[in-house]
């Protein structure tokens, strides 16, 4: 990544086919997110890297799907997807983020401050809902 700039903005109508594409580069199935969910889109170079969806009820914002790249990994792009998320969380009013405990994303998210709570891993926000 390094003299690349990641762009994250959130999802727009026309991203759809390039979201697909994405997730059948990867070899994965996208999940799709709830009705009234925020998605956020990570480019670098025009091309997608990452992508998550999250969704609030006003008091927390539940990630419901979060991926970066395979070959993007260990580069970041996750924690600052991650910031990028938390920042929507504050302006939204949510004093946390919730993530489902997952074996293959645990590690991830207690790094990136997040604590076990009863089968979820929970952050409380702390970025304040600034501009975009």
Known sequence: MKGQRL??????????????????????????PSHNALG??????????????AVSDGESMRIEHFYVTQAMRKMRIGRVLLVELESHAARRG????????CPAMN?????AGFVADRGTLRKVVTVTGGGE
């Open 7 to 32: 762009y994250i903005r959130e999802l727009q109508a026309g991203d759809e086919e390039a979201l697909e594409r994405f997730y059948e580069d990867e070899n994965r199935e996208r999940k799709r």
């Open 40 to 53: 956020l889109l990570g480019k670098i170079l025009g091309n997608v890297v990452a992508h998550a969806d």
């Open 94 to 101: 949510c004093i946390s983020l919730v993530a489902l405990e």
């Open 107 to 111: 590690k991830f998210f207690l790094n």
